[in-house]
């Protein structure tokens, strides 16, 4: 089961901090990644980091968001800084095993999802 939080409405330039809860034994060998859907659109991979904590990300947040893991506390961060508008939408953690790597959507765990609104 995932958990996040930390979703909310920030201005332009602001900065957030998603978590996402994991529970199980497994979590911490498991590849975890934040996806984002802005309403009317494809979901996206935002941010992926491997079991090893090697991240990869979106070239639309490269250099403002960084996606860390605390194996011990089973969780997943998403810090977003310098926010744009375009950043609004519907933050999803997700989790899958490791087989075929980190970096692609076939994640089959998911949590329910947080709002992230950026006003201008």
């Known amino acids: 089961q995932l958990v996040e939080s930390g979703g909310g409405s920030v201005q332009a330039g602001g900065s957030l901090r998603l978590s996402c809860a994991g529970s199980g034994y497994w979590y911490s060998s498991y590849c975890m990644a934040w996806f984002r859907q802005a309403s009317g659109k494809e979901r996206e991979r935002v941010a992926t980091?491997?079991?090893?904590?090697?991240?990869t990300y979106a070239d639309s947040v490269k250099g403002r968001f960084t996606i860390s893991r605390d194996n011990v506390k089973n969780t997943a961060y998403l810090q977003m800084n310098s926010l744009k508008p375009e950043d609004t939408a519907i933050y999803y953690c997700?989790?899958?095993?490791?087989?075929?790597?980190?970096?692609?959507?076939?994640?089959?765990?998911w949590g329910q999802g947080t709002q992230v609104a950026v006003s201008s």
């Open positions: 997700a989790a899958k095993e490791p087989s075929f790597g980190c970096d692609n959507d076939d994640y089959n765990y």
């Open positions: 980091i491997d079991n090893g904590g090697g991240p």
